[in-house]
């Protein structure tokens, strides 16, 4: 009687990007530095953590050094930067509750004594790559910066041409790709990335993507997992994972992932998240709850243009209430 929402979440869930959607939450751009005031090297983990110390999420810098933390409410927040070479670095408490939609923080980090090449400038990635090598990474990531996109490209083919199993090289050229429109190359790019190391974030959120908008939910869930693990506070990558696993037949975590996404702040601006519930206990044939997830999602988006399907079937499932 309700099956409806299994088409309708398909295009529901289909039509919001996990990249670029606009969320009126705070940004907060992080830029990692050695204490010479050199960029720091790519690979290092930075995680956010709350006033309390709690780990929020956590991300690995690029090759400049930087990360970012998108979607985030306005709050206090803490950052710890660790890895090889550096010497373990937790900031104070960072304020971002009125900052403006866009905050950047500098981080100074030592490096460690321990440090196995006594630079400090290699993370564990870096260590198995040729000096030649990381060189045309380098002036890669320096082009990018620059936004000379086709001088990036050629620098990091030649960086993968003398290193074939160079991970963060292959993440990098898959976005250089993307700015030069050539969607294909992209693809193949943040494939071989992930080959090399599966946790890669920038290519597990655009393969899942490419993936879930090609209805292939097979390749799009463990894209769309390890993703959800980088950055679990997602409601976008949520509720994706969440249906991509109840169109796998994963009824229960598809269910857990709906639900954190209920748990998330401004969980409202994600009803729909109710309807992927909904439909997994219509299958298990528990009306009662599946008409609670049907009025919450009608409290939360009264004016959705889902909502009079959405009162139709309620009304069938509890008829005279």
Not at 84 to 112: C, M, Q
Not at 153 to 179: C, E, P, V, W
Not at 247 to 273: C, M, T, W, Y
Request: net charge neutral; charged share 25%.
């Amino acid at each position: 009687m309700w099956r409806f929402l299994r088409s309708v979440l398909l295009v529901a869930t289909c039509t919001a990007p996990l990249l670029g959607q606009a969320v009126p939450e705070e940004q907060l751009n992080v830029r990692v530095t050695y204490e010479d005031d050199r960029k720091a090297s790519a690979n290092l983990r930075v995680e956010l953590l709350s006033v309390y110390g709690s780990s929020i999420m956590t991300r690995t810098t690029d090759g400049f050094g930087s990360v970012i933390f998108a979607r985030l409410r306005p709050a206090k927040y803490k950052l710890r930067i660790s890895g090889v070479g550096v010497v373990t670095t937790e900031t104070g408490d960072l304020d971002l509750t009125d900052s403006g939609p866009n905050s950047t923080i500098y981080v100074s980090v030592k490096k460690a004594a321990s440090d196995p090449i006594g630079s400090g400038s290699l993370s564990v990635a870096d260590l198995s790559v040729p000096i030649d090598a990381k060189k045309e990474f380098d002036k890669g990531t320096e082009s990018m910066e620059k936004k000379r996109w086709t001088e990036a490209k050629d620098h990091l083919t030649r960086a993968i041409s003398i290193y074939s199993k160079y991970a963060l090289a292959y993440n990098n050229l898959g976005m250089t790709y993307l700015k030069l429109g050539q969607g294909a190359a992209a693809v193949e790019s943040f494939q071989n990335a992930l080959r090399f190391d599966e946790h890669l974030g920038q290519a597990n959120v655009y393969l899942g993507q490419f993936y879930y908008d090609n209805k292939d939910y097979k390749q799009a869930e463990p894209c769309l997992q390890r993703a959800a693990v980088a950055e679990p506070r997602n409601p976008q990558i949520l509720l994706a994972l969440a249906n991509a696993q109840m169109q796998n037949g994963e009824a229960d975590p598809a269910l857990a992932n709906a639900r954190r996404v209920h748990s998330l702040p401004d969980h409202q601006k994600f009803a729909i998240a109710h309807l992927i519930a909904a439909q997994i206990l219509s299958d298990r044939g528990d009306d009662q709850k599946v008409a609670e997830e049907y009025r919450q999602f009608l409290q939360e988006d009264p004016s959705s243009p889902l909502a009079p399907r959405v009162k139709d079937a309620l009304t069938k499932l509890t008829p005279g209430r």
